[in-house]
């Protein structure tokens, strides 16, 4: 242990102010802890029995210290210097050993449970050759044994420990990764511990943050998080117990060695990383049980996403995201932080370049090789290219023969399965609407269809449309000439907002070949899509770009409209774009800048360790049910609301009979009417609902009204206030949801929405646009059995008085009347009827015409 190192360390202080409240004494530092028996002239023990192993004191109350500070580690060490006390002695020699021993901690939270071995790197830096890397002062690793980390604590240790200990325990950990700054976790734990003294109940918990993730097996979060030196210069890897001092890799063959310095020299002449490369090993991925997730044989199909984001606002610092999705899953399930494996973050401040990357895939690789196991594929022309340009002697070479072939060479050619023509997706975030739709303003902005004095009106038309609530609203970027729209904002321009604003502003011909691009858009952004649907995409996005270069110019055309061509090719092969779009990555980039951090040298790694934290919540509360009450479980769920608590709050009875295929059957057949008791899936409830009241008459009636037709007999249910003994109580009492959720899609109280209808004296199946008014659940007894029947109060619009005709309906627009002010049992109907939701605004063909509803439908979300 060197100087430095030797100046921060711990020992346990017995003089008579630390052991007032623990006979057990508390941590402090070496100096102040010699300061104390000074004052208090307390004999002591020799030097060297004062450095206490972790084992003994990392539960041990300590002073003036932020020993949870989980900031990132700093490598240059502001504080360095010697240590001078206010007596200005030091090398105090003691003369007798001394047994020191276990802290209260220790006989809750038992020895088999204790790190042991270990030591931590003392201090925000890592010297040349250390074999320990100090992830924010929090990582062990065993002096004698080199890297190797001490195996997680299982959260079976806590059978013996009091049940409001183990509730705390879990707590403070959740509590303060959400919500607290870092420097709040030893004030929290300070104040639990005090709290249980004050009570005089039994037991304490360890002082800082790290020790509670050991003892409570959060640190399983990080067991796979590894961090290698990386070079700043062309970003070659190395081990961190690497000794050499310079970069040795040679792009080509003859070329001479990279030679960069892999470490720089900080404060006090130590030698620290110049960069660094944070890995999440896939080999580490385990289940609830701790069993590796790739030990058994997996038919897994993977999408990888790369992606730079800017780490920090008003400042260039760029950061690099490696993330794994499994496609396996449901598609509901796929992209959930809690499924998305991030895979590493490549250091900045400069973006890596693309041959470069292959720097940090290659560990990714080589991990996918090894648990692969089938049958090679013969060489593709593609690989026959890459492999000629990874050989190529010179940059000249590789310049000329990328020119000649497309390709170059990549780490993912050693998966003998990729195929990298087929299986590079894509994006239709980039593709259609950051792409052509962002495009398409600058076109008609240079032929004058669109300027600042059509904007505003633009802006007004928009501003009159409701769109569902978890949509984007435009409200006043079109005004401000579309600057800064987002990829989603830019979507639903194209899908809602469009149509409607651009029908009085571009020629009818160029109207007519815009509205083909978002005929495309609508099919593709389907959350279910079929064969048919596909090809008729590429077919409307294929004539798009032929008519578009009729009306603006071959000049026009870009490289990205060649690829709306094979977005058709992608869906075919992967499924509805939501399977393999950048929209739920580039929320993940969004997330990991807003970590907090100090904005040094570490951050990659804080980034990676707060998201694999905040991604294993879930599973780690889940791993407590056998220890806790289911409460205490719900309690900690809501709070980091990792987990829908409705399972606690409902029977599981009605999940359990739920069948998706005879719900989607209820939404599409009007022949097959719901009664409203149909089971439903859980998380359709909210988890609280209103206080039970009272319907209003004229409402009462349309529901009593519902009833008989549904049950098909007048007479089998009674009013509430003249009911005969041989009829069904009707119940004038409700109790009202203000928003319920089917299988993703979420409707409230003022949603607009569609529903399938038969058409009056005829057999057709027609949709119906109509105005939730509000949600509730009534509840009847049938033959002694209590049925809760689900409902929506709604008002239905009318049909265009002009007939059938539909002067919007090129456009995907619908026209409708006003809604009716009359009430029947029609406006009540079963939430299984709910189709989908639309947007919908007012309009007027002239000044003196009476007001219309058009209706823009949306798509049916399901996720089943």
């Known amino acids: 242990m060197s100087n430095n190192q030797k100046k921060d360390s711990y020992v346990i202080c017995k003089c008579p102010n630390c052991t007032k409240l623990n006979s057990c004494g508390k941590k402090q530092k070496r100096q102040n802890a010699q300061q104390h028996y000074e004052k208090h002239i307390v004999p002591v023990v020799k030097d060297d029995a004062m450095d206490v192993p972790e084992e003994h004191f990392d539960d041990m109350e300590v002073d003036s210290i932020d020993s949870d500070n989980d900031n990132d580690y700093d490598y240059e060490n502001k504080g360095e210097g010697e240590y001078e006390d206010e007596n200005k002695e030091q090398n105090i020699e003691f003369d007798q050993e001394v047994d020191l021993p276990l802290s209260q901690e220790e006989s809750i939270f038992t020895a088999e449970d204790t790190i042991t071995g270990a030591f931590v790197v003392d201090g925000n830096e890592i010297e040349e050759g250390d074999t320990g890397f100090d992830f924010e002062q929090e990582e062990n690793f065993d002096e004698t044994s080199e890297t190797s980390i001490v195996e997680s604590v299982r959260p079976s240790s806590f059978d013996n420990i009091p049940l409001y200990i183990r509730f705390v325990a879990v707590f403070i950990v959740i509590f303060h990764l959400i919500f607290l700054v870092e420097s709040g976790g030893s004030i929290l734990i300070e104040f639990c511990n005090t709290l249980l003294f004050l009570c005089d109940m039994s037991g304490a918990l360890p002082l800082t943050i790290n020790s ?329 996005l294929q004539l798009f770009c032929t008519r578009f270069q009729t009306l603006y110019g071959k000049s026009a055309m870009t490289p990205n409209m060649h690829l709306h061509l094979h977005i058709g090719e992608c869906v075919h092969d992967f499924g509805p774009i939501y399977a393999f779009w950048l929209f739920s990555f580039e929320r993940y980039n969004g997330l990991l800048k807003n970590i907090k951090t100090n904005q040094k040298d570490s951050l990659k790694s804080t980034m990676m360790k707060r998201f694999l934290e905040r991604t294993y919540i879930g599973s780690f509360i889940q791993s407590f049910v056998n220890y806790l009450p289911q409460f205490a479980i719900d309690f900690l769920h809501r709070i980091s609301n990792s987990q829908d608590q409705l399972a606690a709050l409902h029977p599981s009875s009605t999940a359990s009979t739920f069948s998706p295929s005879d719900f989607v059957e209820y939404l599409l057949n009007p022949h097959h009417s719901a009664l409203g008791c149909e089971p439903l899936p859980l998380s359709v409830f909210p988890i609280k609902l209103d206080q039970r009241i ?58 607009y929405f569609r529903a399938y209808y038969l058409e009056n004296n005829s057999e057709d199946k027609a949709e119906f646009p109509g105005h939730i008014l509000y949600l509730f659940q009534h509840l009847i007894t049938i033959n002694e059995t209590v049925i809760t029947h689900t409902f929506a109060f709604v008002e239905w619009y009318s049909s265009y008085s002009s007939g059938s005709y539909q002067p919007m309906l090129n456009e995907g627009i619908e026209l409708w009347n006003e809604p009716s002010s009359v009430f029947n049992y029609e406006c009540i109907i079963p939430v299984h009827c709910l189709y989908s939701l639309i947007a919908i605004t007012k309009y007027r063909f002239t000044i003196t015409s009476e007001f219309k509803r058009l209706v823009i439908p949306l798509h049916q979300k399901i996720e089943a």
């Open 212 to 540: 509670l993730k050991h003892k409570t097996g959060f640190n399983m979060a990080t067991d796979g998080m590894t961090v290698y030196i990386a070079c700043s210069q062309c970003h070659s890897i190395y081990p961190l117990e690497t000794s050499q001092r310079v970069c040795t890799f040679k792009k080509f063959s003859q070329s001479a060695i990279c030679n960069n310095n892999l470490f720089k020299v900080s404060t006090g002449n130590r030698s620290l990383p110049a960069m660094v490369y944070p890995f999440n090993s896939l080999n580490d991925l385990k289940d609830i049980n701790g069993r590796r997730f790739v030990d058994d044989s997996q038919s897994l199909m993977l999408t990888l996403n790369i992606d730079w984001f800017q780490s920090f606002d008003g400042r260039t610092h760029s950061s690099g995201a490696i993330y794994l999705s499994i496609n396996n899953l449901p598609r509901s399930e796929r992209l959930k932080s809690e499924n998305v494996i991030l895979v590493g973050m490549m250091p900045g401040p400069k973006e890596a370049s693309t041959d470069s990357m292959n720097h940090y895939l290659k560990l990714l690789v080589d991990e996918l090789l090894e648990m692969y196991i089938g049958v090679r594929r013969t060489k593709t022309m593609n690989l026959e290219h890459a492999v000629s340009w990874a050989n190529a002697l010179n940059n000249t070479e590789q310049t000329r023969l990328e020119k000649e072939n497309g390709t170059r060479w990549s780490e993912l050619h050693w998966l003998s399965y990729f195929d990298p023509v087929r299986f590079t997706v894509i994006d239709p975030m980039h593709n259609l609407y950051l792409g052509t739709a962002k495009q398409m303003i600058q076109i008609w902005r240079k032929c004058n269809y669109i300027n600042e004095k059509n904007q505003l009106t633009m802006q007004e038309l928009a501003n009159g449309i409701v769109v569902p609530c978890e949509y984007a609203r435009i409200t006043k970027k079109i005004a401000d000439g579309f600057s800064f729209m987002k990829a989603d904002e830019w979507k639903l321009w194209c899908v809602i907002y469009s149509a409607f604003v651009l029908k009085h502003v571009l020629p009818a011909k160029n109207l007519e070949n815009w509205i083909l691009f978002v005929d495309a858009c609508r099919l593709l952004t389907k959350p279910s899509i079929n064969d048919k649907e596909i090809d008729g995409a590429h077919s409307k």
């Open 694 to 751: 009272t319907m209003c008459k004229g409402h009462y009636e349309c529901l009593l009204e519902f009833y008989r037709h549904a049950y098909g007999s007048h007479d089998l249910f009674g009013h509430y206030s003249n009911c005969e003994s041989n009829q069904i109580f009707v119940n004038n009492r409700i109790e009202k949801m203000k928003r319920i959720s089917l299988l993703g899609q979420k409707y409230s109280s003022g949603s």
